[in-house]
């Protein structure tokens, strides 16, 4: 377009320059000159000078045409920029539409992930229900035995039978931060089915401040457990005997200060001393003793081994033998000792709930 304008304007010029170059041989002709040639060269000039005027008509003409379409491609554009302008903002519009969709549909993502989690628990609440009212019926003195086994507690350490299921049965109640009895009855009932209607079994302990981020002991005389933690972890539970009454087993916070095999006995003050590693030591198969200003005390084996979970030592604390046994080599040297009552525990930061259901 802008080279069609060109063209025309640079042939208007050609011509005006022509027509003043013939007015200005008319008005200045040379007497004389040939009139025949003059005359025909002004014809042929003529000529040109008409061919140049239809020319430059029909250039004019083209630019208006050209003009018209110009000012036809300027509305177009116009109207093609409004378009865009509405498609831009209407893109907009979507845009913000999308991300509220979006937005809801996460939303209720969400929530029909919530509500099937939520019908989960309460399938899994139902199935606990049945499961439990089943258990009530089937755990008897006579069948609970068969779910301890399965649990791994039941140990055949001795060739009394009744004795292995007592120490199974206290096994099982320290492990679940029970008040251990050794016997069968309705609370140990009611933690087995707690156990077995749970989908995973963890200790309800909480530390608040650990004395070591190694291995350390705690005895809780009111429960009668001994519990064995890495920093804040439970490494094992186990049932002892403490002192009868339970004030001669000291509360307080010691460390193991020394470790035996087979230690010899004293006699403590009222009987003959009895050498180590026989049947009658009263201290069983290890000795781990601490650090108790008031006397020689520790924690130790038994040859009494129904004592265990009583009140009834005389100061020290029993454990059974294959118990001791197992603990006697995950314990170090000055490893802290805490033992005191329930309350004492708590006061020093350290809780034992009982295990409940999940």
């Known amino acids: 377009m802008g080279k069609r304008i060109l063209c025309i304007v640079t042939l208007s010029l050609s011509l005006i ?32 000078n008409q061919l140049s005027e239809e020319e430059i008509q029909r250039q004019l003409e083209q630019l208006r045409e050209d003009q018209e379409q110009l ?13 865009l302008k509405y498609g831009q903002e209407q893109l907009v519009k979507d845009r913000e539409q999308l991300n509220k969709d979006q937005a809801q549909l996460k939303y ?31 755990l008897t003195s006579n069948t609970y035995l068969k779910y301890i086994k399965e649990l791994g507690y039941y140990k055949a350490t001795s060739k009394d039978e009744t004795l292995n299921i007592r120490n199974a049965v206290l096994l099982f ?69 403490v002192g009868n009454p ?14 035996i095999i087979d230690p010899d006995w004293g006699g403590g003050g009222f ?47 029993r454990m059974q033998n294959y118990c001791v046994e197992e603990l006697f080599p995950l314990v170090p040297m000055k490893a802290p000792v805490w033992v005191g009552t329930e309350a004492e525990l708590k006061a020093w930061g350290v809780t034992q709930n009982a295990f409940t259901a999940n």
């Not at 177009?76 to 920029?81: K, M, P, R, V, W």
């Not at 050794?182 to 749970?198: E, F």
Request: glycine share 8%; aromatic share 8%.
């Open 173 to 241: 109640q320290s492990d679940h931060n029970m008040s251990i009895t050794g016997v069968w009855d309705n609370a140990t009932k009611d933690m087995l089915i707690n156990r077995l209607v749970s989908n995973v079994f963890s200790y309800a302990d909480n530390i608040t401040n650990a004395p070591a981020n190694g291995k350390w002991i705690v005895v809780n005389k009111t429960k009668r457990t001994l519990t064995l933690y890495e920093g804040k972890k439970v490494i094992k539970k186990y049932p002892v005997a």
């Open 108 to 138: 209720e993502q969400e929530k029909l992930k919530n509500d099937q989690e939520q019908l989960k628990k309460e399938r899994e609440k139902l199935e606990g229900q049945d499961k439990r009212k089943k258990l009530n019926t089937e």
């Open 271 to 317: 009987a003959a001393p009895v050498k180590g590693g026989t049947p009658e030591n009263p201290l069983g198969s290890r000795w781990l003793g601490i650090n108790r200003t008031d006397g020689s005390y520790g924690i130790h084996g038994t040859n009494s081994f129904y004592s265990i979970g009583k009140f009834i030592s005389h100061g020290c604390i």
């Open 17 to 48: 320059l022509q027509s003043s170059a013939v007015s200005f041989a008319e008005n200045y002709a040379v007497p004389g000159g040939n009139s025949s040639e003059a005359i025909v060269s002004a014809a042929a000039q003529e000529q040109q």
């Open 71 to 83: 000012k036809k491609d300027q509305e177009q554009l116009f109207n093609d920029q409004e378009q």
């Open 246 to 259: 339970h004030t001669l087993t000291k509360s307080g916070k010691f460390m193991i200060n020394n470790k």
